[in-house]
């Protein structure tokens, strides 16, 4: 039996998380899957969101202070390692992605088809929904183009934070997560580029991504150097500049 850990990265989200951690613990994946939330330093009240979930069986990791989404997603990769978990996924903590569509995500790495499963808001239509903004519409697309370009597979939806991985491909010596440049929003491009470039069997599948209204917050993105930190993995490793 394959053992599957689903990880929520969040950063000042106790409104939105909440939610979160109530649609998976009532998804039918809570019946196949761990749940582990990574607070990366959170002010606000997430410490204690969290702490009111532990008798369900949901696990926390908190950064003692914010150190980027990507620096979180590296402390879920090695605990995940560590504990000898098989495959994890990494979502979001801001209530834009459907646990009930982790199996789209798990069941073909969990068949030992794939290795990196990629969703995917553009396969087969756009599947966004709610106030998603224009540019965010239109740099998805231009990241996902270039993105294509570099790797040399079509890839519609390379910003797509939802995606499941068989946490043996960190095994591979050409994938090295501990490069302090990877701290923020690289790390996400930068795997996917990697996992493709070296060979572990990628494919997309289709998910939906929601935006919540615009009072809410939808992103902690910053327009222009949040842009620049997603798509600058995509030039530097394509053009041999990084490793």
């Known amino acids: 039996m394959k053992r599957v850990l689903v990880c929520p990265v969040a950063y000042n989200e106790e409104v939105k998380l909440k939610n979160v951690v109530e649609r998976f ?54 605990y995940a390692r560590d504990q000898r978990y098989d495959v994890i996924v990494i979502m979001a903590g801001n209530d834009k992605d459907n646990p009930d569509e982790i199996p789209r995500l798990i069941d073909p790495v969990l068949s030992g088809n794939f290795d990196i499963v990629q969703g995917s808001r553009y396969l087969g239509g756009n599947r966004s929904g709610g106030d998603m903004p224009f540019y965010r519409r239109q740099a998805t697309r231009l990241h996902s183009a270039l993105f294509s370009f570099f790797v040399k597979s079509r890839v519609t939806d390379s910003t797509n934070g939802f995606r499941a991985m068989r946490l043996a491909i960190f095994d591979d010596e050409r994938i090295n997560l501990d490069q302090s440049w990877l701290n923020a929003y690289e790390l996400e491009p930068y795997v996917l580029f990697k996992a493709i470039r070296c060979g572990h069997r990628f494919c997309e599948a289709p998910v939906t991504k929601i935006y919540p209204d615009r009072h809410l917050g939808y992103t902690k993105m910053k327009p222009v150097t949040g842009w620049w930190s997603i798509l600058r993995p995509v030039f530097l490793l394509g053009l041999g500049l990084r490793k």
């Open 25 to 78: 613990l009532s998804s039918p994946c809570r019946d196949v899957a761990d749940y582990c939330v990574i607070d990366d330093g959170s002010t606000d009240g997430t410490q204690a969101l969290l702490q009111s979930f532990q008798d369900r069986g949901v696990a926390a990791i908190r950064h003692p202070e914010r150190r980027g989404v990507g620096s979180a997603i590296r402390t879920a990769i090695t």
